[in-house]
């Protein structure tokens, strides 16, 4: 793979962990369990790729694809602020997509790469990427079919990423159901495909004093290693 750029996280500790940053062309999930930071890293990766390069962003602007709601322009503003950016023109280069539940995320998900030339947006954001498939298909009935509909939407994001030479950032619960992930803790949803298509992952989990520890998983090349971040007023920060 040519011209891999890399996205800074705002942390110099979780961009040294990720070799400099979240890679182009590639999938990188966040997964952990509520109030791990994973929308906030989100925002904070959406503020940061509107940044001109030489400040570790892309100046351009990102897609989201919101599952549950949780996108906040006030946080945007704040994260803006501490970036010495300007808060109006960082908002007018964010396009939030809310999708109401996994067909219609689906279909985003194909329209974003259909339409990917179109758009200058090199970050592509889905927060997050298994909820609705979780709460519609319950049960081990209906696992294989949401697996396939998983990994169908993962290549669709995945294609995005390619034409556009973007990022690709999707969050994930811990599963809190020990009975489809028996024995490990924390698995996160989606099991194999998410895990086999995202090809970077990131296990994130509360430390101290608003600390949260960033852990690196399965990476093709990088060592596995953790790096401590910290979800701050100002955003993501050492
Ligand atoms: P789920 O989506 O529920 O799985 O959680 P998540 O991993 O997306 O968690 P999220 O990113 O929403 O993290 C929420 C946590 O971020 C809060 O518990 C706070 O610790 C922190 N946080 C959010 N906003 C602020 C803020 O404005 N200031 C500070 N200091 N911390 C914040
Ligand atoms: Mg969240």
New binding site residues.
Partial sequence: RKDVLRLTTGSNNLDSLLGGGLETQSITE?F????????????QLAVNCTMPEEKGGFNSDVLIIDT?N?FRPE?II?MSKYRELDSDEVLRRIHVARAYNSHHQILLGEKASEMAKEYNAKLLIV??LT?HFRSEYMGRGSLSERQQLLNRHMHDLLRFGTLQNAVIAV?N?VAARPDVFFGDPTAPIGGNIVGHTATFRIY?RKGKA?KRIARLIDSPYLPEGEAVIQ???DGIID
Avoid: A, N, P, Y
Wanted: no cysteine; hydrophobic share 20%; charged share 20%.
């Fill in positions: 966040f952990g369990e509520f109030g791990s930071g994973k929308t906030q890293i989100m925002h549950e949780t946080r704040q927060d997050s909820s969050t619960q994130l608003g979800v701050s007023e």
